[in-house]
């Protein structure tokens, strides 16, 4: 208070009494209720782990009611005025937001109260002051870095392409042909939508309930470049990481995909060098309940009877050649959709038809990436799974542009790999 008082910025903490009445109100509750309640999660969730030790939930589970109460508070006033004591930011705001400054690694439950999440990542967190002293916050308390070495937003706002299910097939051609005139395509109906850092729940993500997971992958090889080199000494790492990290018995890479947006000028009936393409920015899973099955007796001709005879799975491990700072990937977890969320897209090539699923819009659906990845780490796609016991089965998916990119971020690279893993 005293600084602020001798600051030349009278905004900070305004003369007029009424004012700063409002404000003082606010310094009182975060000294009294506020910053217990925020110390709570500190210790448990940053400070424990930090020495080695292990959250206890059932401090956190006391402490929530008291939290919720806090955050309700804080809502109710933020839904009204951008700052604590109206237009503009205050002294009340620095010193309600100190406690909570580490907000995602303390499991704040902000995404519960979005006009608090919106003061907070979209306010307080965009102030210079904020930035120039959180660095040294998080050297301290994460001496290993911040998960995954940057602090990003807990979500961020971006535009996706759903498709519109219509009343006629939905369809594409990877040829020149002039059936592909006047065809309903996919990513006609793009839609605002949230897309949560999924770093702090990296561990909870499983193939087969939310249809993805987050994995260190650390490989030997290093030639991109050649795809013959790929498949004769990165695909047999595949194999052994998959076997490492799924309960497959067996394992069969059969395809893969390298992708950056130098690609973006090459048409989608290209039919050279198909091994090459851009990132797709398309709600989407790569393979249906029937085109799974076809593509094993395809791959596998006289052993397919049996194989699908007992579970078979379709993993796509994405691993990035660079770190990810423009269009990551997209996931939207499995637990969030329904059944009549996907639909058919038919795939039209010279000497085939393949079968995706693209989807269609519902507020239900949870987004999440993996913010600046990098080629150390890798994600596990469910695309296809022939169990039918409540376990993910296909997963939609999606690059994206993401608003906290640096405007001349290095383009994004990485490499695909297909995969059928047998049980």
């Known amino acids: ?30 000294a009294s209720s506020w910053f217990p309640t925020c110390y709570v999660y500190l210790v448990e969730y940053v400070v424990k782990p930090l020495m080695k030790g292990a959250p206890d939930e059932k401090v956190i589970e006391a402490e929530a009611p008291k939290c919720h109460k806090g955050l309700e508070i804080l809502e109710a006033r933020l839904s009204k005025s951008k700052w604590l004591a109206g237009d503009h930011v205050t002294i009340a705001d620095i010193a309600v937001a100190a406690p909570m400054h580490v907000h995602q690694c303390q499991k704040l439950p902000l995404d519960k109260y979005p006009s608090v999440k919106r003061w907070m990542t979209e306010g307080v967190e ?20 911040v998960p995954n070495g940057v602090r990003t937003p807990a979500s961020v706002r971006t535009t996706v392409n759903y498709t519109k299910a219509v009343d006629r097939v939905t369809e594409l051609y990877f040829y020149e042909s002039d059936k592909a005139k006047d065809i309903h395509e996919p990513g006609d109906a793009p839609v605002e939508i949230s ?15 939310n249809g993805f997971s987050v994995h260190d992958f650390h490989v030997r090889h290093n030639d991109w470049v050649d795809d013959e080199s790929v498949r004769s000494h990165f695909y047999p790492e595949v194999v052994e990481f998959l076997k490492g990290t799924t309960s497959a018995k067996r394992v069969l890479v059969f395809d893969h995909t390298i992708r950056s947006e130098r690609n973006a000028q090459k048409k989608l009936t290209d039919e050279k060098n198909t091994s090459q393409r ?41 691993k990035p050649l660079n770190v990810v700072e423009e269009r990551p990937l997209a996931m939207c977890d499995v637990q ?18 393949g079968e995706n699923y693209v989807m269609s819009h519902s507020d239900r659906h949870k987004w999440w990436y993996f913010p600046k990845m990098n080629p150390d780490q890798a994600i596990l796609l469910k695309t296809f799974d022939s169990a039918t016991d409540g376990r993910a089965r296909f997963v939609g998916h999606t690059a994206f542009e993401d608003p906290t990119s640096k405007p001349h971020a290095p383009m994004r690279e990485s490499i695909e790999i297909r995969t059928i893993c047998f049980y």
Request: proline content about 3%; some cysteine; overall charge neutral.
């Open 195 to 209: 897309v949560h850092d999924g770093w702090l729940k990296a561990r909870e993500f499983a193939l087969d309930r």
């Open 278 to 318: 851009t990132p797709v920015m398309l709600v989407h899973c790569d393979y249906t309940n029937e085109s799974g099955p076809v593509r094993v007796t395809q791959l596998l001709g006289s052993e397919a009877e049996d194989l699908l005879s007992r579970r078979v799975a379709f993993i796509n491990v994405w």
């Open 126 to 145: 965009q102030l210079d002051s904020w930035k120039k002293t959180q660095g040294a916050v998080d050297k301290a308390l994460f001496p290993s870095g």
């Open 1 to 30: 208070m005293y600084a602020a008082e001798k600051s030349e910025n009278d905004a900070m903490y305004p003369k007029d009494l009424k004012k700063r009445a409002d404000i003082n109100r606010w310094l009182l509750w975060e």
């Open 336 to 353: 969030s959709c329904h059944d009549e969320d996907f639909f058919k897209l038919f795939l039209r090539y010279r000497d085939r038809t």
